[in-house]
């Protein structure tokens, strides 16, 4: 469905930066204005999020994409982060009627002494929105990071696929989302964002195209290729998500790293408390001056830490229908866990599955996943 939102472009985009003490310094944008192809709006998603007890940092008992694979329940888009302090992780899905899965928000629940159950909480009436294609460019993440500081709206999540980067927003934030992307992106004359079909036209659509969606499991999973991305430097910063100012901040320092030739291979944003954020982003290994661009605790104020960055190996894969079926990242995890190998950050969005390991291990998961998954 075709929404058109009959918005006109200002006649003077601008670029956002940043002084020292974190002011908005706005210049005439002209011919730098980035160009994308395309916005896409997602349909209404639950949003679970759930954190290991107590500094758990072994594996959960119940983690929220295992409960859906079981439910089969599609995993729309997916962060998780696995520190020395537990994981964390959050999950967006359908909930079709008349499923099983009902899992409860409780987020005073107090867990028994020694328990590895997870606490959790529900977020509901949030939707995604996409910009496509990223091609890879730090210069594209931190111009999107600065115009949500820019325009004081909060994501609550992020994460990106092969094409796209993609922002759990609340769905009563859409509309001022919508209109700021439109305005200071450059969009073919032509574009128009997608929504996501809804009620009954979803109905109708599923009963007259059964094919649109694919709930078939195979014995081994097809994919179009599994790559395997080794020694990438892991950048992590954390900061209030509350004070839309540090958006800015990350966003500037991710634009330095982009004029020293440097791209992304993944990069992914989880909020894992009401003032507590965390943007990975990996890279090709920083020099120290590299690392400078972003700004210390001591020079902004104490909402902001540069985390010490980790060497990783990056495991990447997309399929046919990935976007539309359940249990895919629940069977990469499985093969992964059965080898022993930990997974330290992972995402999924859209058809992608990205996969961050300790360095090193990348070789080992190449043969640990073909037990669950086909690479041609």
Request: charged residues 20%; proline residues 7%; aromatic residues 10%.
């Amino acid at each position: 469905m075709e929404i058109n939102r009959g918005r006109p472009k200002p006649p003077s985009p601008t670029i956002v930066s940043y002084n020292t003490r974190g002011v908005f310094i706005s210049f005439p944008m002209s011919l730098l204005q980035i160009r994308i192809n395309g916005i896409r709006l997602g349909s209404r998603l639950n949003q679970v999020i759930q954190t290991s007890v107590d500094g758990e940092a072994s594996p959960l008992i119940s983690p929220l994409y295992k409960l859906l694979a079981q439910d089969r329940i599609n995993i729309v888009s997916l962060g998780l982060r696995t520190d020395p302090s537990g994981t964390s992780m959050f999950c967006c899905h359908d909930l079709p009627s008349g499923c099983k899965f009902d899992f409860k928000p409780d987020i005073k629940k107090k867990v028994a002494s020694g328990s590895k159950e997870p606490q959790s909480c529900i977020v509901s009436n949030v939707c995604t929105v996409s910009v496509y294609p990223h091609n890879a460019s730090l210069n594209t993440l931190g111009f999107l990071m600065s115009l949500f500081g820019k325009h004081g709206v909060s994501f609550q999540q992020m994460v990106s696929s092969h094409a796209m980067i993609s922002f759990i927003i609340n769905r009563s934030d859409q509309e001022r989302v919508l209109a700021f992307l439109e305005q200071e992106f450059d969009l073919p004359p032509t574009h128009i964002p997608f929504g996501q079909f809804e009620n009954e036209n979803a109905e109708f659509v599923k009963k007259r195209y059964p094919e649109t969606r694919a709930t078939y499991v195979e014995q081994r999973i097809k994919t179009y290729g599994i790559k395997l991305d080794a020694g990438l430097e892991m950048v992590e910063i954390s900061f209030n998500p509350k004070d839309q100012k540090y958006l800015g901040f990350c966003g500037n320092g991710l634009q330095q790293l982009a004029k020293s030739g440097k791209k992304f291979y993944f990069t992914a944003s989880m909020t894992k408390s009401h003032d507590m954020a965390h943007l990975y982003c990996l890279t090709e290994p920083l020099a120290f001056q590299e690392k400078q661009y972003f700004p210390s605790r001591d020079k902004v104020t104490k909402g902001l830490t540069v985390c010490p960055s980790v060497s990783v190996d990056l495991i990447s894969f997309h399929g046919p229908h990935f976007g539309d079926r359940f249990g895919i990242f629940n069977t990469a995890m499985a093969c992964l866990n059965a080898a022993a190998i930990p997974v330290l950050l992972a995402g999924c969005t859209g058809a992608s599955i990205f996969m961050a390991l300790p360095d090193s291990l990348g070789q080992k998961a190449l043969p640990a996943l073909a037990e669950g998954f086909e690479n041609p």
